[in-house]
């Protein structure tokens, strides 16, 4: 099973034993020593360099912080939303985390 980590910063990445590069910090990557980074979480307005990272194929999860939308996070499954909501707020702030469903239909 591979090891889900949140990049706070560079130096955070290399004191883990992970090489930097442009596009991981604020992101969760599946933990190797060495790039293409497999990224499998992320927020809003995230941006990244595709030599050096891979996106996971991901669903957009909300966050409700008191019955309002915060921010959303596109994550591979509801444990990394998980990761990243917390990462994003307020140490005991109390969330809810919704999957985001489109329906296509025919028009």
Do not use: C, W
């Amino acid at each position: 099973m591979a090891k889900y980590v949140y990049i706070k910063s560079a130096a955070h990445a290399e004191s883990m034993g992970i090489k930097y590069v442009d596009g991981i910090v604020g992101a969760v990557i599946e933990q190797k020593p060495e790039p293409p980074y497999r990224v499998v979480g992320f927020s809003q307005g995230y941006s990244f360099n595709p030599k050096n990272v891979k996106i996971a194929i991901t669903k957009t999860y909300d966050v409700y912080v008191s019955g309002e939308l915060y921010k959303y996070f596109n994550a591979v499954s509801p444990a990394v939303a998980r990761i990243l909501a917390k990462e994003d707020l307020r140490a005991g702030t109390r969330f809810t985390l919704y999957e985001r469903v489109t329906k296509r239909r025919k028009v």
